[in-house]
C-alpha cells in the first residue's frame, strides 16, 4: 500500500480542522514506514494526536448543538476503540497489525473527512463559529433541536451522506 499523502482535495476551507488532518496525514505515514523497532512510538504518537483530533472536533460539535450521540462523534467513539484494540495487541507483539491498521486508516481518513468533517466544516461556517474564541456569530442560525446526523443538513440521520451533500 501507497504511504499516505495530503492531497488538496482533502481540504474543507476550515484552516484549523485543515491543519490538524495534515497532521494527522504525517502521522499516519510515520507509522506505515515505521520499522518494527520504532513502529509502537510512530503509533502511539498518532493515536494520542487522534484522540485529541476527536476530541476538539467533538467539542466544537457540543458547542454549536450537536447531541451527545450523533453519527459523527460515534464513529470517532469506534475509530478510537479499534486503535485502542490495535495497541492492546501490539504490545503482546503483533506489530504488523499497527501497520494494517495504519493502512486502514489511509483509506478511511479521506472517506471521514469528506462525509463527516466538511459536514461539520460547513454547520461551523453556517453559525459563524470562531475556533479560536468558541464565540457563535449566527447564533440565530443553531439549530432548534439538537443535530443526530452529521451537520450537512439538519434533517439527515445518521445515514452517510451523498458526495457533494456535504456543503462545501
Ligand atoms: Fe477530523
Ligand atoms: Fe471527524
Redesign the pocket.
Known amino acids: 500500500m501507497a504511504e499516505m499523502q495530503w492531497s488538496e482535495g482533502m481540504g474543507i476551507d476550515m484552516p484549523q480542522?485543515d491543519a490538524?488532518?495534515q497532521e494527522?496525514v504525517a502521522l499516519v505515514r510515520a507509522v506505515q514506514g515505521a520499522s518494527d523497532e520504532h513502529i509502537m512510538a510512530a503509533w502511539e504518537q498518532l493515536l494520542a494526536h487522534t484522540e485529541a483530533?476527536?476530541a476538539q472536533?467533538d467539542a466544537w460539535m457540543q458547542a454549536t448543538r450537536f447531541a451527545a450521540g450523533n453519527c459523527h462523534s460515534t464513529q470517532h467513539q469506534q475509530v478510537l476503540q479499534i486503535m485502542q484494540g490495535g495497541t492492546e495487541r501490539a504490545r503482546q507483539g503483533r506489530l504488523g497489525e499497527l501497520r494494517l491498521m495504519a493502512n486502514e486508516l489511509a483509506v478511511w481518513l479521506p472517506h471521514?473527512?469528506d462525509a463527516?468533517?466538511a459536514g461539520l466544516a460547513y454547520h461551523l461556517r453556517q453559525v459563524g463559529f470562531d475556533p479560536a474564541s468558541g464565540h457563535i456569530a449566527h447564533p440565530e442560525a443553531l439549530p432548534q433541536e439538537p443535530l443526530q446526523g452529521w451537520g450537512g443538513a439538519s434533517a439527515m440521520g445518521c445515514d452517510e451522506p451523498v458526495a457533494g451533500q456535504a456543503g462545501g
Open positions: 480542522m490538524t488532518h494527522s483530533h476527536f472536533e471521514h473527512i463527516m468533517d
